[in-house]
């Protein structure tokens, strides 16, 4: 992948890249406004009571943003998760038109599709009918699953 400074020179752009100089006055001004926050007349108070805990369903759990609102996402089995995750970028890049053009940035972008497609859907027909199979019983599990084509990497 270019680097932006790579693609804005190639279109004969300048860029401006912060050096350290340029940091220095902020950085100078940032230190003495700690300082003088420090110099107030009342101490700040320390608490003594621990930081609240965080629920383990939110930290094992972070419903995915999107186009698609699945209110139930927290109680899927994580495999259907981790599953839904895979599959949905796979199948993000399965619709995402191809250039047609034979320019460099053509072939390379057709080339990061691709890669994407191989990545992500390799294997997931095998995993999709694993997870049927596995939580068949699950009607939450099943309803998401049964939302998802079967079959995708046969070939032609």
Known sequence: MRSVHAV??????????????????????????????GCASSPATVSSAPPPAASPVAAACDPP??????????????????????????????????????????????????????????????RLEALLELHRDNADAMRVLATYERNIEAGP
């Open 8 to 37: 804005a020179a190639r279109h004969g752009a300048r860029t401006r890249v912060p050096t350290p100089r340029r940091w220095r006055g902020a950085i100078l001004a940032a230190v003495l406004a700690l300082l003088a926050s």
């Open 65 to 126: 943003v999107g186009p698609v609102v699945r209110p139930t996402w927290c109680a899927l089995p994580a495999d259907v998760r981790a599953f839904v995750d895979d599959r949905d970028g796979c199948d993000h890049f399965r619709g995402e038109p191809s250039p047609e053009g034979n320019t460099a940035d053509d072939r390379e972008r057709r080339q990061q599709l691709v890669d994407a497609v191989r990545r992500l859907c390799a294997g997931t027909d095998r």
